[in-house]
């Protein structure tokens, strides 16, 4: 028992089972590649919530509030928040 309790403090926990991504219209290419990343990350067990908005920058303030773990964006933008790293 005291082994395990020992390496249990040595070991970080587990990676999530849930992730968000923001993404555009439901008609955009976005939202296309949020589809796919579902599809292949279900064979892995994680399930993929997507969250529809209208733009990279609104995606960038989801990402800035932690509302979403991913986010798709335009080339060229900036975060809201320095500690966002692209």
């Known amino acids: 028992v005291l082994g395990f309790i020992l390496a249990y403090s040595f070991v970080g926990p587990p990676p999530p089972k849930r992730l968000r991504f923001a993404t555009g219209f439901t008609w955009g290419a976005y939202n296309k590649f949020a589809q796919q990343y579902r599809e292949l990350l279900a ?3 994680l399930q993929i919530e997507i969250i529809e908005d209208t733009a990279s ?3 960038l303030a989801l990402l800035s509030n932690g509302e ?3 986010a798709f964006v335009q080339g060229g933008l900036t975060p809201l ?6």
């Open 43 to 45: 064979k892995q067990g």
């Open 68 to 70: 979403a773990d991913i």
């Open 81 to 86: 928040d320095p500690k966002i790293q692209l």
């Open 57 to 59: 920058t609104e995606n």
